[in-house]
């Protein structure tokens, strides 16, 4: 019940910074920083709705919004008609570096700034037992280029 409401109470509190300072949701950061990180910043749609917990359906609409504002384009696929990319745009990754910048920071402050540097070591170390081998790579957060 602890992890439940402390899951709630985090993502809220970051959702809601989120949206204030630059109008985007906890998803659409969430596939934006996918996207900024995949090679050739694309990704295949389905392998995107894994990575970031959604259906296709929920992919689709969430990726409507994101073309729509020109951070992220459909790509055909050469050798398979039947598959499609999302691929961030120039447009789109200058909006990830300018709302990773806050939101790293939202993070510290909702998070990071009650653990001591131990405590915070300590956390990671016992989160990653948590994963399992078919969960998506932890995504870096050095710049991406």
């Not at 920083?33 to 990575?51: H, I, K, N, T």
Request: a negative charge; hydrophobic letters at 45%; one cysteine or more.
């Amino acid at each position: 019940m602890g992890f439940l409401r402390a899951h709630a109470s985090l993502t809220r509190q970051l959702s809601a910074r989120l949206e204030a300072a630059h109008g985007l949701t906890l998803n659409d950061y969430d596939v934006l920083v996918q996207l900024a990180y995949a090679p050739d910043r694309q990704l295949r749609r389905v392998d995107l709705a894994r990575s970031v917990l959604l259906s296709p359906s929920g992919i689709t609409r969430l990726l409507d919004g994101l073309e729509r504002e020109g951070w992220v384009e459909k790509g055909l696929c050469p050798s398979d008609a039947r598959v499609t990319y999302a691929v961030l745009t120039e447009t789109g990754l200058a909006k990830f570096k300018a709302v990773r910048i806050t939101h790293l920071a939202d993070i510290e402050s909702v998070f990071g700034s009650r653990f001591n540097s131990e405590e915070l070591a300590a956390l990671s170390s016992l989160l990653g037992r948590l994963l399992t081998p078919e969960d998506p790579d932890v995504v870096c957060l050095e710049e991406p280029v």
